[in-house]
């Protein structure tokens, strides 16, 4: 169990990450900012669809966080 919630804490601070890079524009091109791009768009894509376009910020790492979290409480 103790793995487990080591993956997903380590998951979320990945989201983390690419939260706060994507805030920086000239990081977009980076290998390694496309690399924790494309592992975090696994999750949140999914939500990004069920959200309002029109927000003004991308809310769905938020939610994921969120979601980990509540697994890792229930778990």
């Known amino acids: 169990m103790a793995v487990i919630s080591t993956i997903l804490q380590a998951y979320i601070f990945v ?7 994507s805030y920086f524009p000239q990081f ?3 290998p390694y900012r496309l690399k924790i791009k494309k592992i975090c768009d696994y999750s ?19 939610l994921v966080i969120l979601l980990i979290k509540l697994v890792i409480f229930l778990w």
């Open 15 to 21: 989201l983390l990450v690419d939260a706060i890079l």
């Open 28 to 30: 977009s091109k980076n």
């Open 44 to 62: 949140c894509d999914p939500i990004r669809k069920r959200l309002p376009p029109h927000l003004p910020f991308d809310f769905s790492p938020l």
